[in-house]
């Protein structure tokens, strides 16, 4: 079992930052952020895997940063230039067991946490 836990969502206006936080238990290897704005589809944001590959959805490529600290048990997301298109709820999932892609399609994780609101204004 993992158990997902976020934190770090907030408002922040065109330009600024911010940094969300999953802590989580279990050993996933595949973690993930992902977001869904009302009346969107949920997308990938960011993952990484258990030694440390990452992978980015195309439009948050130079401005997200996906890192994790394993003796803390806590993945980050560092949004860095928000624009309001990037104002979403941000989830965390993850699935065990290696994997040499971890996947980007929402739908292959089995963990969540409750997810944490990021607004951004213009």
């Known amino acids: 079992q993992v158990r997902l836990v976020e934190s770090g969502g907030g408002s922040v206006r065109a330009g600024g930052s911010l940094r969300l936080s999953c802590t989580h238990s279990?050993?996933?290897?595949?973690i993930g952020w992902f977001r869904q704005a009302p009346g969107k589809e949920r997308e990938g944001v960011a993952i990484i895997d258990g030694v440390g590959n990452t992978q980015y959805e195309e439009s948050v490529q130079g401005r997200f940063t996906i890192s994790k600290s394993d003796p803390k048990n806590t993945v980050y997301l560092e949004v860095n230039n928000a624009n309001p298109e990037d104002t979403a709820m941000y989830y965390c999932?993850?699935?065990?067991?290696?994997?040499?892609?971890?996947?980007?399609?929402?739908?292959?994780?089995?963990?969540w946490g409750q997810g944490t609101q990021v607004t951004v204004s213009s």
């Open positions: 999932a993850a699935r065990v067991g290696y994997l040499s892609d971890c996947p980007r399609q929402w739908d292959m994780y089995i963990y």
């Open positions: 279990g050993f996933p290897y595949c």
